[in-house]
């Protein structure tokens, strides 16, 4: 975090409910900012001048840094999400703490490249290969807060418990190393790891297939007696329902609603195939509900009812997930057109709306709350997105943030601050260079271990 005061001056600043021009945001030592005025004519003496339309920083609300490492690869032929998922667990199978911490910060320097403040790493590759325990059973978690801290975005790690194949099915193979065992392990070895000042901790169900129903009210109560965000893979593949609804005569809604996984602390990741009793049940629980279009999109999952769990009551954030693109904006308007692919009509989501989930509402899921607004007293997080590229020239200054969502990409992002502090600046990472390269060497080392 920066040691003195920063005064930025936003050409043009969108501040929650309209676009101003000309916007000083002043931040304090202690990350946080101090005050926002529009109409300033021109920047300050001393100020940072942010050229383009500044928007509160983005929040990548599900994340696995390790498939970054599949991006390309498995798009090659054809297959199902089940045939990928045989490609990531070998994937998984490779990596070592260190390996892992080269990966995952050149991932989130992708991410701060493309505006992201803050991601939730939904983890669980705790251990060893064949389950066996490290010395420090946080070592791959430490590894994960260390690659976010050395990027300069915040973190919040929603540890998952993992501890079946499927329904009534033991864990074999790369699985192994997700697994504690029991419940009650897991919880233990969550419970003694450690946040920081840009990291936090949240909690994970990976679905319910992976945590048989007798454990499921464990991690929901240990999430809630702490305080910690809870996040769970709902319903993501038609499969899981069907094998669901052979093992208890429910639907993955309706057994996490029986164990008491839903409510405002509780976001479900993709929410795919769901019935309007499993929409009515989460809209009232008031649970927030992630997309990640591009990877439901890429892995042929489907497409979800963004529409209808809104107006249930379900706030919605979204997520990079597999990292097929990292790309918040595009996962943002994507939940807009995908509703159109859906109901085949136009206009469901404005832009503003679009650009709460991939800000503030996805920083609520993760746990910081007071992110992802350009105000006083929030976090001093925000991005910078060009209105002069091939993507965005062209409409008038009223319609920026309408350009901004639906026409830029992760290339037009020209500045990102975190706590006050410049971490992406015209376009260049300050804390790692050649992110390429750093992305081109952790992943070659990653495939020649396999």
Request: with cysteine; net charge negative; glycine share 10%.
């Amino acid at each position: 975090m920066p040691l003195t005061t920063q005064t930025y001056w936003a050409e043009h600043a969108w501040l929650g409910a309209t676009v101003e021009q000309g916007v000083l945001i002043a931040t304090s030592p202690a990350g946080r900012i101090t005050a926002v005025r529009p109409g300033t004519a021109a920047p300050p003496v001393g100020a940072v001048t942010l050229r383009g339309l500044t928007l509160p920083g983005l929040a990548n609300a599900h994340s696995h840094a390790f498939h970054r490492a599949l991006r390309s690869a498995t798009q090659v032929g054809g297959g199902t999400f089940w045939t990928w998922r045989t490609a990531m667990y070998e994937m998984a199978a490779a990596l070592t703490p260190d390996s892992y911490y080269t990966l995952a910060r050149a991932v989130y320097a992708e991410m701060a490249l493309a505006g992201i403040t803050c991601v939730g790493e939904f983890h669980y590759v705790h251990h060893g290969p064949g389950g066996t325990r490290y010395g420090d059973p946080a070592l791959m978690a430490k590894a994960l807060v260390a690659a976010a801290t050395a990027a300069g975005i915040r973190i919040t790690l929603l540890d998952t418990c993992y501890l079946a194949a499927g329904f009534g099915e033991p864990l074999s193979g790369t699985q192994l190393r997700f697994s504690d065992g029991t419940a009650e392990a897991w919880a233990e070895r969550a419970d003694a790891l450690s946040g920081g000042p840009t990291a936090r901790l949240g909690a994970a169900i990976h679905s319910v297939r992976a945590v048989p129903a007798d454990a499921l009210t464990t991690v929901a109560r240990f999430a809630q007696e702490r305080g910690r965000p809870l996040h769970v893979h709902l319903s993501e593949q038609p499969r899981e329902n069907e094998d669901c609804l052979r093992a208890h005569g429910r639907t993955p809604t309706q057994l996490l609603n029986d164990h008491g996984v839903w409510g405002p602390r509780t976001t479900a990741v993709h929410a795919t195939h769901l019935t309007d009793e499993d929409i009515a049940l989460l809209g009232r629980s008031a649970t927030t509900v992630c997309l990640c279009p591009t990877t439901e999109r890429d892995l042929a999952d489907g497409i979800g009812p963004a529409g209808p769990l809104r107006a249930a009551g379900s706030p919605l954030c979204v997520g990079s997930d597999s990292h097929a693109v990292i790309d918040l904006l595009a996962e943002a308007r994507a939940v807009e057109e995908h509703e159109r692919l859906r109901t085949r009509a136009r206009g469901h989501f404005t832009a503003g709306q679009l650009l709460r989930a991939a800000s503030d509402e996805g920083h609520a899921a993760l746990g910081w709350p007071e992110a992802g607004r350009l105000e006083p007293d929030a976090l001093a997080d925000f991005t910078t997105v060009a209105l002069d590229s091939v993507r965005t020239a062209g409409p008038p200054r009223r319609m920026a943030l309408e350009a901004a969502v639906y026409a830029a990409t992760a290339a037009d992002v020209r500045h990102t601050v975190v706590g006050g502090l410049h971490i992406v600046r015209d376009g260049a990472h300050q804390l790692v260079h050649d992110i390429p390269e750093a992305l081109r060497e952790a992943i070659s080392a990653l495939r020649t271990t396999r």
